[in-house]
């Protein structure tokens, strides 16, 4: 695998969205990071956006200038794992298998581009997840991401058995790599290695073949059917309610949802919005009605939540705004149906 130029690679706006949110909860303010990227919060948020992977080099280096702090590389990666439907990817969490996992999560970093940063590699002696991107300004991001990987499937094995084995890198060690090889107060360590022949990060193969305890048949099928309305065909135009579906989908959870944010993100007067959509059929609190009906069908499949947390996730202030909502969707309240499907996932 040969060594590719880096202005070629990009990452989609949710990706570079998770890396921003994570630098933000760590104590980076807003608008430093934004302006370490030079872009507006709404080009941020635009589902259809891509951005040079050099981002991530900026958004980490405004981060330890504003935190005063260098190894912060398994904290940006930690931050990064999905903890809801509109987080991008969160339905590898439950394939049947620890490499499908894995194997899901890449595919979750990935997601839009058009050259996969990311090849899974299986043998019978060796698992192998190989990053394209092997030029030295990669190797932030190809960190970054190795830190997501190795995260993720320590969590799915709770803890108790570390899918990576090590991680090799083309580049040279950076300064601020220590804190990814140990990480303080935490189990997992990976040992890295540096100037090698090729960027991959190797896994144990007795620990990717176990069973995945979150496993969630149902739950997978349906949270991919719901993924594959992100994917954007740029040969095609895209209709403007389907549009606002995906920006709604992403950031349902987030602050800041409104019709005046939407249009600004589509580079257009509220008003304008609302006439296009109204063109289509459509408008953008019936598209957001339908967001939170099919985002509430998935944390149904989930079976972990509590009702209050599915109010939140869904973007409602009170639960009994919620309760009103699913019962106008379905004829019934909602703690009945909750209940049914916990007892399906126990």
Known sequence: ????????????????????????????????????????????????????????????????????????????????????????????????????????????????????????????????????????????????????????????????????????????EPKSCDGFVRVENYPLTVP???????????????????????????LARAAQQQLSSFQVNELQPIPLASLSYNYLFYLLDKSGLSLDAAAETFGMAERTLRRKLVAEGASFRQILERVRRDACQLYFLEGTRSLSEIATKLGYSELSAFTRAYTAWHGRSPSRDLAAHIALAA
Not at 93 to 103: A, P, S
Not at 148 to 161: E, F, K
Not at 196 to 217: A, C, F, G, I, K
């Open 1 to 172: 695998m040969g060594q590719i130029d880096l202005d070629d690679i990009s990452v989609s706006s949710q990706f570079l969205f998770q890396v921003f949110r994570s630098c933000y909860d760590l104590g980076a303010r807003k608008p430093v990071l934004l302006s370490a990227l030079n872009i507006t919060d709404s080009q941020l948020r635009d589902p259809k956006g891509r951005f040079n992977s050099y981002s991530i080099t900026a958004l980490y280096q405004a981060s330890i200038h504003e935190l005063g702090r260098d190894n912060i590389f398994p904290d940006i990666g930690r931050g990064m794992i999905p903890t809801g439907f509109s987080d991008i990817g969160y339905a590898m969490m439950f394939g049947d298998t620890i490499e499908d996992v894995l194997q899901a999560t890449a595919a979750a970093i990935d997601f839009g581009t058009n050259r996969p940063m990311l090849k899974w590699e299986r043998t019978a002696s060796a698992c192998r997840l190989w990053c394209d991107p092997a030029s030295d300004g990669a190797k932030d991001l190809v960190l970054v991401i190795f830190s997501i990987l190795s995260h993720v499937g320590n969590r799915i094995t709770t803890g108790g058995l570390a899918p990576a084995k090590a991680a090799f890198f083309k580049h040279s």
């Open 192 to 218: 890295c290695f540096f100037n090698q022949s090729q960027t991959y990060l190797e896994m144990h193969p007795h620990v990717v073949d176990l069973p995945n305890p979150l496993s969630n048949r149902m």
